[in-house]
């Protein structure tokens, strides 16, 4: 048993509830182009410049209207020498801020060399990986507000809001990376606590418009990502790859994702 087991079991409760009232069905799933990879570094001196004590791989599972239903998780370390499923890890890494201190996302080549190092060989392959999700984590979902009186998907355009919620805080050079990837424009200072809004950018793929805001939650508060989707008529292909993809470059400035939640 390893010494993160340990620390589940530690007093102090269990973390909040995020489940839903049932697991949705194989036809709810949509299948991502990757996994999330994270390397969990060992507590106390050195933290995250220590060598990585294990690894843990995550996913999650979005529904047909592309907001997530699931978050499924496994971890590995070199003591257990095989993968075991880690949901509630992967739920105590969001809401426990000295465990997070711990935990890096990284891409899964960066994942490759560090579990080669650790005497795990060659990382197995996504579908392999997946196989070690057993008892995944439901996430609650609420039906969109729907300002449109007609059907979604109906009419020449689709409009939807969704949020991506994240636990942590951005890495110093954390803007200007992303101004520089996504061409952000800055919309206000992060060192003033009143500012909520800090950057938008936008893209058009096909007939499908897409905009999207970084938003801070409260002074020194949580981050999210509030994107616009403007669909045209019969489209909606790129909206999954796009979620993910901003997602997953956010989660290379330091964020780990908490949640994805349709509003409208």
Do not use: K
């Not at 060399?113 to 990986?129: F, N, S």
């Not at 007609?150 to 809001?161: E, H, I, K, L, Q």
């Not at 991506?164 to 996504?182: E, H, I, S, T, Y």
């Not at 292909?237 to 796009?242: D, S």
């Amino acid at each position: 048993m390893t010494t993160w087991h340990a620390e589940l079991s530690r007093p102090g409760g269990a973390p909040p509830d995020l489940t839903a009232a049932h697991r949705p069905g194989p036809a709810a799933r949509v299948r991502q182009p990757a996994l999330d990879y994270y390397l969990v570094h060992p507590d106390g001196p050195g933290g995250s410049a220590a060598a990585p004590e294990g690894l843990v791989v995550e996913e999650f599972v979005l529904g047909e209207d592309c907001a997530a239903v699931r978050l499924d998780a496994a971890a590995w370390t070199p003591a257990d020498g095989h993968w075991w499923d880690c949901a509630a890890f992967s739920r105590s890494i969001r809401v426990d801020a000295e465990l997070r201190r711990r935990v890096v996302g990284v891409p899964r080549h960066e994942a490759a060399t560090a579990y080669r190092r650790l005497g795990g060989g060659e990382l197995p392959g996504e579908e392999v990986l997946r196989g070690h999700f057993h008892d995944g984590q439901p996430l609650s979902t609420a039906a969109p507000l729907r300002l449109d009186p007609r059907p979604a998907g109906t009419g020449p355009r689709d409009s939807r809001v969704y949020r991506v919620l994240f636990a942590a805080d951005l890495r110093p050079d954390g803007l200007a990376n992303l101004g520089g990837v996504w061409r952000m424009a800055s919309t206000g200072d992060p060192a003033d606590p009143q500012a909520r809004i800090i950057g938008v950018a936008a893209r058009r793929v096909g007939a499908d418009s897409f905009t999207w805001h970084l938003r801070r939650i409260g002074g020194g508060g949580p981050w999210c990502l509030d994107l616009t989707a403007d669909l045209a008529a019969g489209g909606g292909g790129a909206l999954g790859p796009l979620l993910r993809e901003l997602t997953t470059t956010l989660r290379m400035q330091g964020l780990i994702p908490v949640t994805i939640e349709r509003f409208s």
